[in-house]
């Protein structure tokens, strides 16, 4: 009887995940303030930056499945949707793993491949994708005409951070003293596959092309609120702001740290502080919009799965 439950519980968790990832969402929105529809100046460049923001969710998961066939763990393009598109707002639930574990506890789900060795491709791709918003994101400090002490701190937060993603991703030595470190703070860690260099780079077209639609949607939503021409540097900060906001574990989705360091991006590169707060704030409901298309798309590839014959 307790097997029976226990492979119960395997199958019927990604599920429940989320339900209450959906539950955090409606939460979060029912206590933001920021839910006012903001004016928008050129309603063009907007519908293009929402374009953009799709687009750069799809090569996300384009980007899991390229990651996965690589690795010799292959799953079909809507299985990869799926289980990127259904687990795109376990974020948000208290606990950064939430999001890494739904979406290789979904992937193993549907395609019949063991979770640990998903669970592990999961951690590496979610390491390439700040690994690129970071390398992105940099690009902001050399539009900046001036760096003073506190923007030259973040540059070297950045770099430091970046080398040392870098170092994880290639050396198997830094990945076990990460395990190392995280047993002995009682974290349990999924051990990271060893990854050749070339297998990784073979697999960052995809996650390149998604942040590249996240920088130019951004830049264009900015353009759609002001009216002003698109600015390729709000995209830079944008990538870098959302990226540290993943960063920040401790804080579920990187809600007001994403927000707080774009205020102060957009101010360096000359955008006043108050319509800086305004972006900052309608861009997290603007990225909110993407998050639930892709859910949506996921949804439909989750239905085409139920609907194939066995």
């Given amino acids: 009887m307790r097997v029976d439950m226990l492979a119960a519980w395997r199958r019927a968790w990604p599920s429940l995940l989320v339900y209450l990832s959906l539950g955090f969402v409606v939460l979060w929105l029912g206590r933001s303030g920021n839910l006012v529809m903001p004016a928008i100046r050129a309603p063009g460049l907007l519908t293009a930056s929402l374009i953009c923001l799709l687009g750069g969710f799809i090569a996300s998961a384009m980007g899991w499945t390229r990651l996965l066939a690589l690795s010799g763990y292959p799953v079909a393009p809507h299985v990869a949707l799926a289980s990127v598109g259904l687990t795109i707002f376990a974020k948000y639930i208290p606990g950064k793993l939430w999001a890494l574990l739904g979406r290789a506890g979904y992937t193993a789900k549907l395609s019949g491949h063991p979770l640990a060795a998903i669970s592990s491709l999961s951690v590496t791709a979610q390491l390439l994708a700040i690994w690129i918003g ?47 470190l995280g047993g002995r703070l009682r974290i349990r860690l999924p051990p990271l596959p060893r990854q050749h260099w070339r297998q990784l780079i073979d697999a960052l077209p995809p996650f390149l092309l998604s942040w590249a639609a996240w920088m130019l949607g951004f830049s264009l939503f900015v353009g759609g609120l002001t009216g002003q021409p698109p600015v390729l540097a709000h995209g830079a900060a944008f990538a870098l702001a959302a990226t540290l906001g993943i960063l920040a574990v401790a804080v579920p989705g990187g809600l007001g740290v994403r927000e707080g360091l774009l205020v102060l991006l957009l101010a360096a590169l000359g955008v006043p502080a108050a319509a800086g707060a305004g972006v900052a704030l309608h861009g997290r409901i603007w990225f909110l919009a993407g998050e639930a298309s892709i859910f949506m798309l996921g949804l439909m590839a989750r239905r085409r799965i139920s609907a194939s014959p066995c």
């Fill in 134 to 180: 970071l390398l992105f994101g940099g690009l902001v400090f050399l539009a900046m005409p001036e760096l003073g002490p506190a923007r030259l701190g973040l540059l070297a937060l950045t770099a430091c951070t970046w080398m040392l993603l870098t170092a994880l991703l290639l050396s198997d030595a830094v990945g076990r003293a990460f395990q190392w």
